[in-house]
């Protein structure tokens, strides 16, 4: 006979796409005595967890909520519990459950039942809106809309590695964009720093973003991966549209890193407290010119290490004509090091609105890779 943790997880995915949380807490008032079951998704811009059901969203630093989110561990206060829901290190919130059961055994279920309801999130992603509707404090522009839904996702967790980005403004993005994958063997990372306004910016980093994946999953090597997605480009736009991306490879097993510049983002390594820029090979940017032979360069690096790679928009966000720079970046990623990338992306980006009052207006990425170790 089924225990209630596997009553919930089969109440999951048994549930209609648009009623998973209804469907599970029907279940667990049926298990478990309660009565109250809400999740809570964090928005685009990582300011605020949004009720799927409605009503006031969670904003405070050191509420209850974000303690759960950002420790990513079980939390009860007051009565009430929450449990973090995401899948591989991918965070998409928290959930609510009052009353919490005493028994520290249904704790841990519960537990396990807020990850099966991330699972279930990513599973109908694709077929129903309302979950994506529900995690946005206002509309997002078409751009914006286009560049979201092209990414892999905000985070990545695995024994070997630990990765994180974010865009902004998250609600009016326009060129500015990451992409990654792993086979267990190495991981790919490209960032592209656009260029272009409104959806015309949009497009282009799409056309870059595919063109990639197409050389990668054809399992070309880095270099010709730029090549491809450099012809693309120039074959529609001639030369008159390019960008500039940053391409890097990890070898999981050793830790040698394969980077191609194509007048990249800056990368950044940050190691036992020191930050220093790596120097690179600076190619010309994607669809800039016909037929551009890309060169590889490898780097070795070192447990523990972290790697940032972040825009122009970043360094060049101003306000009252002061420039936050190199400086006061460099100084802000040393403060990060105890953080979890996905922490540490948010931090600065928090950091870079508070230095400009509100929102960014140039787009900026911000992407953070902590190297682990080769794992058996």
Same mark, same amino acid.
């Given at each position: ?11 999951? !995915? ?43 969203? @969670?904003?405070?630093?050191? $509420? ?6 950002? $420790? ?11 449990? #973090? ?6 965070? +998409? ?24 309801? %991330? ?18 404090? +206002? ?17 990545? @967790?695995? #024994?070997? &590695? ?12 326009? %060129?500015?964009? &990451? ?6 063997? +190495? ?22 973003? $595919? ?21 693309? @480009? ?19 097993? !050793? ?33 800039? &010119? ?8 490898? &780097?070795?690096? $070192?447990? %523990?290490? +972290? ?5 122009? %928009? ?63």
């Amino acid at each position: 006979m089924s225990g209630p943790e596997d009553r919930a997880r089969r109440s999951l !995915t048994e549930a209609p796409t648009d009623k998973l949380v209804d469907r599970l807490a029907t279940e667990l008032e049926r298990s478990y005595g309660i009565t109250r079951t809400e999740l809570y998704q964090v928005d685009y811009r990582l300011a605020a967890l949004l009720p799927l059901g409605g009503g006031e969203s @969670i904003v405070t630093p050191g $509420h209850p909520a974000w303690r759960c989110f950002d $420790h990513q561990e079980p939390t009860v206060s007051e009565g009430t519990g929450w449990f #973090p829901v995401g899948m591989r290190g991918e965070r +998409r919130g928290v959930l609510q459950i009052s009353p919490v059961p005493g028994d520290p055994a249904a704790l841990a279920e519960l537990d396990a039942v807020a990850t099966a309801l %991330g699972h279930e999130l990513a599973a109908v992603a694709a077929t129903t809106d309302i979950y994506l509707t529900a995690r946005r404090s +206002r509309r997002l522009t078409l751009a914006a809309e286009m560049q979201w839904e092209l990414l892999p996702g905000r985070s990545r @967790i695995r #024994p070997s &590695f630990s990765l994180a980005g974010q865009l902004e403004p998250a609600y009016a993005v326009r %060129g500015d964009g &990451f992409d990654w994958s792993d086979d267990g063997q +190495r991981l790919w990372l490209s960032v592209i720093n656009g260029s272009g306004e409104g959806v015309a910016a949009s497009m282009l980093t799409s056309l870059a973003t $595919h063109a990639l994946r197409n050389a990668r999953r054809a399992q070309l090597g880095l270099a010709d991966q730029a090549a491809l997605a450099d012809q693309a @480009i120039y074959a529609l736009h001639r030369g008159e549209q390019h960008l500039s991306a940053l391409l890097l490879e990890l070898d999981l097993a !050793t830790g040698r890193l394969t980077v191609v510049d194509a007048g990249s983002p800056r990368l950044v390594l940050l190691r036992d407290g020191e930050v220093t820029e790596q120097v690179l090979d600076k190619q010309f940017p994607l669809g800039m &010119f016909e037929g551009t032979d890309y060169r590889e360069q490898c &780097f070795e690096l $070192h447990r %523990g290490d +972290r790697l940032f790679v972040v825009s122009d %928009g970043v360094i060049d966000a101003t306000a009252e004509r002061i420039r936050y720079g190199e400086t006061a970046l460099d100084r802000f990623l040393r403060r990060t090091g105890p953080m979890e990338p996905l922490d540490a992306v948010r931090s600065l980006i928090g950091d870079l609105r508070a230095f400009v009052a509100g929102d960014l207006i140039d787009d900026a990425v911000v992407v953070c890779l902590d190297w682990l170790g080769p794992q058996p």
